[in-house]
């Protein structure tokens, strides 16, 4: 999911103190964060910025919040069970009610802060909303509306509705969305929800009269990898473009051009836009409207669709306010 995603680059390669232009390359600067500030592992596999400004990190061992200054760090303890429910950290988001949910390999918990303490007991949260042990993440909208996101259906929720709006494939009904795994999600430009499936096909969510429909597909992924399954990320850029990536299988990025209608494929061997690697681990676009792609071993690529023009940002050795290392991983 996209909502703060990219803090991987900005924050933990660290994210840049003090620098207020982004865009001259020349002029970034990176602070690093590493086990030597708090951090509990090095290996960093989820971030989230909660509503209150802190930045949360999770790591292949234990939760950490960082508050600009110091790093408190969560960790499982088998003797409290107010505590995470493991230490492998797989997603962060809040619920409608501001909390922070904190899922782990052993499952999800909500954390009270004035305790500093988790809710592993989640039976009356999924009653209230509709949801389910299948939660992967919750998105607001700018409408003030909240997108649960399960592994093969979505829920919208209304704070001023009683009944949630179930969106789930429907035998025969072309506009509900496909049987499928639900790989990522993200919203456009005009609130929109766009989901993509582990077949590579993508849909764009509409719902009208309490009933949630397809009002968009896009085969073209899908139709080019013969359906294959992967893990499938989404970008929507400010133009309603839609951007796809699969790190497994080192297949580069690609992008669809919703006026042209076509599919263009980025890769080492681009003949335009060039990257440096196909491996890709993480996607955002920028204020300035360029396209940030963290990679494997071939630190961020910066890509511009409306120059064509790509620019790299690689560690730099005895350069201490680089980037740390060339992998990307979050």
């Known amino acids: 999911m996209r909502i703060d995603k990219f803090f991987g680059v900005l924050f ?14 020349e002029h970034l600067k990176f602070k690093h964060l590493d086990i030597s500030d708090g951090l509990s592992h090095h290996e960093i596999t989820a971030i989230y910025k909660d509503s209150q400004g802190f930045v949360w990190i999770g790591t292949a061992f234990g939760l950490n919040r960082f508050d600009g200054y110091s790093i408190k760090t969560f960790l499982y303890n088998a003797q409290d069970t107010t505590s995470l ?3 492998w950290i797989a997603r962060i988001f809040e619920t409608p009610d501001g909390r922070l949910a904190v899922s782990t390999l052993s499952g999800m918990a909500l954390y009270d802060p004035e305790n ?3 809710e592993r007991n989640l039976d009356t949260f999924y009653a209230k909303y509709g949801s389910s042990e299948l939660l992967t993440g919750i998105v607001p909208d700018k409408n003030g509306l909240f997108w649960f996101v399960e592994s093969y259906r979505l829920i919208q929720y209304s704070p001023s509705q009683d009944r949630p709006v179930v969106i789930q494939n429907i035998e025969g009904d072309s506009a509900s969305i496909v049987n499928n795994l639900i790989s990522d999600y993200t919203l456009d430009a005009d ?3 766009w989901i993509v499936h582990t077949n590579g096909i993508a849909e764009k969510i509409g719902v009208e009269d309490g009933r949630g429909r397809v009002i968009q597909r896009i085969n073209a992924v899908s139709d080019f990898n013969a359906r294959r399954e992967a893990n499938y990320q989404i970008l929507v850029d400010g133009d309603g473009d839609v951007w796809f990536s699969d790190a497994t299988p080192m297949q580069g990025i690609r992008y669809y051009n919703q006026r042209d209608k076509t599919l263009q494929h980025m890769h080492i061997n681009s003949p335009l836009l060039r990257l ?3 491996s890709i681990s993480d996607v955002i676009e920028r204020e300035t409207g360029e396209i940030w792609i963290g990679t494997d071993h071939g630190g961020v690529n910066i890509l511009n669709k409306k120059h064509n023009t790509v ?3 690689y560690h730099q050795d005895g350069d201490s306010r680089s980037l740390s290392v060339n992998s990307v991983t979050y």
């Not at 933990?12 to 390359?25: D, H, P, T």
């Open 276 to 278: 440096n690697t196909n």
């Open 85 to 87: 429910p493991g230490n």
């Open 191 to 193: 609130g929109h929800l």
């Open 116 to 118: 500093e303490r988790f």
């Open 311 to 313: 620019r790299y940002i």
């Open 12 to 25: 933990l390669l660290c994210v840049s103190f003090g620098q207020s232009a982004f865009a001259q390359l």
